[in-house]
Each structure stands twice: as C-alpha cells, then as structure tokens.
C-alpha cells in the first residue's frame, strides 16, 4: 500500500516501479542490487514463487504452480501473481503442452540469481580505498544527513534558516511536487496545503516522496533514469560508516551524487573528493526498514487552552518554526 497523508500519497518501491515502461524494467534488472532490492520489497508467497522458479528456464503450468501453496489463501495467490506481473518479474508463456504457464523474466533470474548464491562480476560498490585520513563516523553521518534535510524543511517553513544551504535544484523539486508555489506578490515561494501535509510526515517518507519526484525529472537533467535508480539500490546495500570509491562512476552519476549529497543523502568533503560516505537517509531508503531513529519530530510537549494559548516546549528551531505557521508567537 501506498503511504497516505491526508490526499498525499507516497507511492511504496512497488508502486513506482510498476509506473515504467516493460522496456525500462528489464534494464533494471540487469542489475543484481536492483533485483534484490525489488525480491525483498514483494509479498512472501510472490518470493516463494521466485526461489521455487530459480533454475527453471521453461514455462511451468500454471495450474501446477498454483498446486504448490493451499488452497485456502486465494487472497495472498492473486497478491502474488499480481505483484509479479505488474513488475514484469514473470510472464505468461505455452509450456511445450500447449498450457498456460508462468515463465520468469531471464533478465530478472539470471540476475537475482547472481545476488542469491553468488557468480558474476562484483555488483557492489567497492573499488579499492586508501585508509580516509579524515574518517567520518556514524555519528557524525547522522547529524550532517539531518541537517542538509532539515535545510529543505526549514524552507519550506519560511524560518530564518531558510536559505542556508538550500539548493536551486532542490527548491525546483519542492515547487514540482506541489508542496510549495510562486506568488506574483511575494518574493520567496509559499507552502502549500500538500507541503504542510508532507511536514508531518516521518522523516523516510519525506525524503522518499521527495525522490520519487526528483526521478520523475532526471531525464529532463540530462541524466539517466535506469542509472540513477541502479545506483539508488546500490546504497541500499552499504555499510553505515564505510566509505566507497567514485573511481569508475559516469559523469552522468557524478552529477547525481552531488544531488544526493545536497540533501543529505551522501556525504563528501569536496564536491570532485575521490570517496563518499552514504549516509542512514540513503541506506534505509530502498532498503525496505522503516528506521525513523533520524527522524526530525523529536520529543517535546504542546499545551492548548480553553483560551487558544498554546505552550510548546521543544528544542527543535524547525519545530518552533512550524508552530509559526499555525500560532503567532508571542514569546520564547
């Protein structure tokens, strides 16, 4: 299911990828990370079907595949093929009878195949590194991915942090996605009843969303999609606190990790720096865990009053910054 705030819909991994084109799928999956991370994302009876499929490279009937699980889950059996033939993991095909039969997509098996038990060339990124003589820890990632995010969410609040390190390319992406909108009369652009919506979600949600919308654009960029998104399932399998080489990427990727750097996403010291780190934002992002332990609603306490004074007790300047929105504040 897709996550919904309100009449905002945040469309899970499954959803989005079943938005491309046939074509574009099979691109993917030529990609072991991608496979995996699609494996992880499906409903456990579609997986059984896979690894029962693995090694098979002919049509098996349908009839005997649906023999293969109890007859009393109809409702988790259309889940699963459903789910599988949305994402063009299988597809129907005659077995060598004349049956209707499901055959896996070769792209797809070959390729989770590697992932599973191993073969092929290394799909991970792992380009040998010197020892980082300024080694960042895990720490230290938490709060820089933090604080690149709450930069965006600081302007969509219109608080005085608004413009510090915000960038161009990200405020275009806000004003795409419809959480925020330009006005004739004012200078800076305005939130919308969307972006409210999108603030008091959690925060893998937010960057999520904010993703989906920024893939819906990469073409336009100059970039490629299937590239972008490979490199997106990539992350998804480092290690928190490690850093990974550039040495080998595209321009065209180069490009999108400075995007991904600009809101937290990645962390490297120097925009043409040799090394980068992924930070728990991108890690967790198609990773399928729903870790909020970064997320940006820290604990506080409001009081409302019989006579509409509200008390806030929070140390959160994005927080206090959000009130401002709803309350004219009078004090701190």
Known sequence: MATTTGNLKCKNLHGFLKSLLPATLTKLYSHPATCLAVFRELPLLSRHYIMRLLFVEQPIPQAVISSWVSQNVIKQKFEAVESL?????????????????????????????IALVGGGQTWEVCAPLDKDKKTRDIQFLDSYAMDRWECVLHFMVGSQQSHEGISADAVRILL???????????????????????????????????????????????????????????????????????????????I????????????????????????????????????????VHRPGYILVETNYRVYAYTDSQLQVALLGLFCELIYR
């Open 85 to 113: 033939c949305e994402l063009h993991i299988w597809n129907e095909a005659p077995t060598p009878g004349g049956l209707p039969g499901w055959l896996l997509n070769p792209t797809f098996r070959k390729n989770i195949k």
């Open 176 to 254: 795409q996605a419809g959480l925020m909108r330009n006005e004739e009369t004012e200078t800076n652009p305005l939130i919308t009843t969307d972006g409210f919506q999108f603030l008091l979600m959690d925060t893998s949600t937010q960057v999520w969303y904010f993703m989906l919308h920024y893939l819906e654009t990469v073409e336009s960029r100059g970039l490629h999609l299937v590239e972008c998104l490979t490199f997106l399932f990539q992350l998804s399998f480092l290690t928190l606190g490690k850093d990974y080489s550039t040495e080998g990427m595209t321009e065209s990727l180069l």
């Open 256 to 295: 999108f990790l400075q995007h991904l750097r600009e809101v937290g996403l990645v962390y490297q010291r120097k925009r043409r720096s040799g090394r980068f780190y992924p930070t728990r934002l991108a890690i967790n992002l198609a990773s399928g865990l729903k870790d909020n332990s970064l997320d």
